[in-house]
């Protein structure tokens, strides 16, 4: 046990500086781009610069099979010529991270948000007479 105060605080400094040195390298601080199913890769946000809806579709639904891809690939391009709302897009995103949130798995299997996004997104453009 540490006794005296000042060799406690030489500690905490010591600490703190080694995780300043030496951070880890977590999914917010990695700087290597990331390899998709599709052969494409996604680079890292900086500072000032917007996510793209492809890549914050990609990566917040953990989007990694061709299929997948390629159907976040035609919402994109469904939002960008007026036929798919963007709303509606995001508002079915933020319900299927919702759902994987308070889904349990079994056997210890992640669930990813894709598979909640995908035929409920299909089905509410269906509803708008787009098809996706």
Do not use: C
Not at 58 to 68: E, H, P, Y
Request: without cysteine; proline residues 4%.
């Amino acid at each position: 046990m540490i006794t005296s105060r000042s060799t406690r605080w030489l500690v905490i400094a010591g600490l703190v500086l080694f995780a300043h040195l030496f951070p880890q390298q977590t999914p917010l601080n990695r700087s290597a781009a990331q390899s998709l199913g599709d052969g494409t890769t996604l680079e890292p946000a900086k500072q000032g610069k917007k996510v793209v809806l492809r890549d914050r579709l990609v990566v917040g639904l953990k989007a990694l099979s061709k299929s997948d891809l390629a159907f976040v690939d035609r919402v994109v391009l469904r939002v960008n010529t007026g036929q798919l709302p963007q709303r509606l897009v995001d508002q079915t995103f933020f319900w299927a991270r919702a759902k994987v949130a308070t889904t349990t798995t079994t056997g210890g299997k992640e669930r990813r948000a894709i598979i909640y996004f995908r035929p409920a997104l299909t089905e509410q453009a269906r509803r708008l007479g787009v098809s996706l």
